[in-house]
């Protein structure tokens, strides 16, 4: 099946720093790319799509100055999250679908964000 | 507003037996739907999908029932197996959008 992987998995930082999560597709090219977040217990949440060549549309109640999105190019996608603060930790987990946008969405193993 | 639900927060089966897991969803307009099976700290794993003109779809020992007029689908694990223990998520879909319901964990004893 499709690879997606997520680096780092593991990630902690202090109150007011900046965060960056990578999103690769290893085996296919996604012109998008998804991110979710899931706190404990509770369902995944879409962030926002991202789109390469063109800007992140993100969803609603999503602050778009604090979660920062690039589609750099067709196999990656990239979410920083700035200047991070406790409620930030979380479980981020991107995915991104085969062939159109409404395929069947692989996803990432997902990043721990522990900010302290 | 909780658009895909999935009311049972955790199932026991006993190996061998079917497992059921369950999912509802409120809104019309979804036109496909996808079961993950997720282990903790790692991203789900797509597992089945069914569209929604389609009432059944079987892999191997998934089956992934959508009764529409309900809103209502339902995935069959048989016979479950101990490694079959995860959290399972159901998700729906429309366009590029996937809504999740909250998960629900399976666990299967030997």
């Known amino acids: 099946g499709a690879v997606v992987s997520q680096h780092p998995s593991r990630v902690i930082c202090k109150s007011g720093t900046s965060v960056k999560i990578e999103c690769r597709s290893l085996?296919?090219?996604?012109?998008?790319m998804f991110w979710y977040r899931q706190f404990p217990k509770q369902s995944l949440m879409l962030m926002a799509t991202s789109n390469e060549g063109s800007k992140a549309t993100y969803e609603q109640g999503v602050e778009k100055d604090k979660f920062l999105i690039n589609h750099a190019s067709l196999t990656l996608s990239t979410l920083t999250v700035t200047s991070a603060h406790p409620e930030d930790s979380s479980f981020y987990i991107c995915?991104?679908?085969?062939?159109?946008?409404?395929?069947?969405?692989?996803f990432g193993p997902g990043t721990r964000l522990t900010v302290l | 507003d909780q658009q895909v639900k999935q009311n049972s927060p955790s199932l026991s089966v006993q190996e061998g037996r079917i497992s059921i897991l369950n999912c509802d969803y409120t809104?019309?307009?979804?036109?496909?739907f996808l079961w993950y099976k997720k282990y903790p700290a790692e991203g789900p794993t797509f597992l089945i999908s069914?569209?929604?003109?389609?009432d059944k779809n079987e892999d191997g020992r998934f089956t992934v029932f959508l009764n529409k007029s309900a809103k209502h689908l339902s995935l069959h694990i048989v016979p479950s197996q101990p490694g079959d223990s995860a959290v399972y998520f159901c998700?729906?879909?429309?366009?590029?959008?996937?809504?999740f319901g909250a998960g629900t964990i399976l666990r299967v004893k030997s």
């Open positions: 085996d296919f090219q996604a012109t998008t």
């Open positions: 998700a729906a879909g429309y366009g590029n959008k996937l809504v």
């Open positions: 995915s991104a679908p085969l062939f159109s946008s409404t395929d069947t969405q692989y």
């Open positions: 809104n019309s307009m979804f036109d496909y």
């Open positions: 069914i569209s929604s003109i389609k």
